[in-house]
């Protein structure tokens, strides 16, 4: 049982991390916390493609001199792909800041059921 634990550790950790993110999200009415919580699950999400496209004993995947054989090296893949990933998590993140901000200063506040209360309003 603990050798499964330790060999699946970063699956588990990025669930562990996906359960967090999505709570904060489901339960916080903050938006500011709700983007935190989506960052969180970002990261679990990363954590898992990169962890997955891992091999134990093998190296980067850069050619060295009369080193062809490709079983030596890693999947470049899955980190490629977690690379993209992250750059377009912080382009969103970034955006839902910006976008927070415009909100706390139109409507002075950023919970959610204030928001929606006073969008109401607004829009009788």
Same mark, same amino acid.
Do not use: W
């Given at each position: 049982?603990?050798?499964? $634990? $330790? ?12 359960? @967090? ?11 500011? #916390? #709700? ?6 699950? %970002? ?10 496209? /891992?091999?134990?004993? +093998?190296?980067?995947? @850069? ?5 062809? %054989?490709?079983?030596? /090296?890693?999947?470049? @893949? ?7 990933? @992250?750059?377009?998590? $912080? ?14 200063? +139109? /409507?002075?506040?950023?919970?959610? &059921? ?5 969008? #109401? #309003?607004?829009? &009788?």
């Amino acid at each position: 049982m603990l050798e499964a $634990v $330790v060999q699946n550790r970063f699956a588990i950790a990025s669930v562990i991390l996906f359960g @967090i993110g999505l709570l904060n999200m489901m339960i916080r009415q903050n938006l500011l #916390k #709700k983007v935190i919580g989506f960052s969180i699950m %970002d990261s679990a999400v990363f954590l898992l493609l990169a962890s997955l496209g /891992y091999i134990e004993g +093998h190296g980067a995947p @850069i050619v060295g001199e009369g080193a062809a %054989d490709a079983s030596l /090296y890693i999947n470049p @893949i899955p980190s490629g792909l977690v690379l993209t990933g @992250i750059v377009v998590s $912080v382009s969103v993140t970034a955006f839902s800041l910006a976008l927070i901000q415009r909100i706390c200063r +139109h /409507y002075g506040t950023i919970e959610l &059921d204030e928001l929606l209360e006073r969008a #109401k #309003k607004e829009e &009788d």
